[in-house]
C-alpha cells in the first residue's frame, strides 16, 4: 500500500517516516511540508541520508490520491481542517493526527478556539482508538487519532469505568509529558532554559484533551452518566514520553489482584497493552520508541480507592504509532504488522 505523509518535518510525521520503515506492507509515495517544499527530507534531516530520497512537496490531494492510497495528516490542530475534505474527495483514506476530528464542532470550537471542520466530514470520523473501536475503524474513511494525553489516560481507566468498578465522578488524572508533545514549533514556555532542571504544571483545568477523555469514558460508562473528570498536566524535562497516574473511589470492596483479572480480560486481544503486576511500576523509558502502553494498578484497601500508572511515548502510541496500527486495521492486516520493534531502554 503507498502512504502520504503530510507534515513530514514535524516530529510526529517525522516519526511516521521513521516508523513505516520497518513496515513491510507500506511504502511512503509523498512526504508533504509548506515550508521547505523542494527540498529533500533527508537535506532537512541529515539523520536521514542514507534511508529515504523523497523530496518534500507542498500537499496536493488531487497528486497524492494519484500516488497514495492512504494519507497521514501530521499537521497542526486548524490547519489538518483544510486539507482533509480534499483528500476525502479525492478517494483517498486519512488518519488524522491532529485533535480536528475527535470532537463535536461546538466543543471542538470551544475547546481548540479554532474553527471546526465541516459537519458531513465530521460525520464521517471514527475515534482511532485500536483496543475500544477496532470494528469501526476497520471500515472508516477517516480516522481521528486519539491525542497523546487521551491514549494514556483512556487504556489506563476504559476496564474500571466500563465494568462500573469505580465511581467515574471522582477521577483524578495527574498527566505528564516530555517536551516533542509541544511539537517543534518555538514557545516561551517551552524553550531550554523555561523547563530544563523545572517541573511545571500547564493548562490547568482547561487542556483541551478534558473533553475527548471525558467523551470517550461518558460513552463506555454502564449508568450513561456523562463523566466528569480533574485532569492536569505538567511538563517534565524530557523528550518523549508521557506517565499519568489516576486515582478513583472503588464502588466495591475489590482488591488489586479482582481488578488486575479485569484488565486481562479487557486487553485478552490487545497487544500493545503490557499489564504490570506490583513490584515494577510503569516508567517511560520502558516504553520509549514503541507503541507499547504500560499500565499498573494498586487498590488502598485503608482508602477504598486505586490508583493506576499509564506510560506511552507521545510520538509512537500518542501519535504515530498509533496512527499505523489505525492504518493496519484499515488496510485489514495484523495491528502489529511493521511496529513490533522493541523499545529503546537507553
Ligand atoms: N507531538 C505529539 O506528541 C503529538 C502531536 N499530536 C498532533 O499531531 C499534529 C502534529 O504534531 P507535531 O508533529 O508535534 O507538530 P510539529 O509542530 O512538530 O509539526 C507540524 C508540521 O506541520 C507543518 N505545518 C503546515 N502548516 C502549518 C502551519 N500553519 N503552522 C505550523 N505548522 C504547519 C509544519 O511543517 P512545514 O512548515 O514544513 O509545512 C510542521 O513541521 C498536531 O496536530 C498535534 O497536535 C497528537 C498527538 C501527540
Ligand atoms: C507537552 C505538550 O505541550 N503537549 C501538548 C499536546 C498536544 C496535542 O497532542 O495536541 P492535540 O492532541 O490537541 O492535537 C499539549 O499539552 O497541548
Sequence with gaps: MQIAILGATGYTGLEVVRL?????????????????????????????????????????PVEIAKRADYALVALPSGVSTNVVPGLLAAGVRVIDL???????????????????PSSSVLASAIY??????????????????PGCYPTATLLSLLPLVKHGLIDPQSLIIDAKSGLSGAGKALSAGTHFVEVHENFKAYK?????????????LTDVNPSGEPVTIS????????????????????????????LLAVYREFYRNAPFVR??????????RDVTASNYCDIGLRVDPRTQRVTVIGAIDNLVKGAGGQAIQNL??????AQTTGLTTAPVYL
Design 275 to 284: 499489564l504490570h503486576a506490583a513490584g515494577h511500576w510503569p516508567q517511560t
Design 204 to 216: 490547568v483545568g482547561e487542556h483541551q484533551h478534558i473533553p475527548e477523555i471525558e467523551q470517550v
Design 20 to 60: 513505516l520503515q520497518h513496515h513491510e506492507q507500506a511504502e511512503v509515495t509523498y512526504v508533504s511540508s509548506d515550508s521547505q517544499a523542494g527540498a529533500h527530507l533527508a537535506d532537512v534531516y541529515p539523520h536521514l541520508r542514507g534511508v529515504l530520497a523523497h523530496t518534500l512537496e507542498v500537499a496536493d
Design 328 to 333: 493496519n486495521l484499515l488496510a485489514g492486516l
Design 231 to 258: 485532569f492536569t498536566t505538567h511538563l517534565v524535562p524530557m523528550i518523549r514520553g508521557i506517565l499519568t497516574t489516576s486515582y478513583a473511589k472503588l464502588t466495591g470492596s475489590y482488591s488489586t489482584e479482582d
Design 98 to 116: 491532529a485533535g480536528d476530528h475527535r470532537l463535536p464542532s461546538a466543543v471542538y470550537a470551544a475547546w481548540y478556539q479554532k474553527t471546526p
Design 128 to 145: 482511532g482508538l485500536p483496543e475500544l473501536y477496532a470494528d469501526q475503524i476497520a471500515d472508516a474513511k477517516l480516522i481521528a487519532n
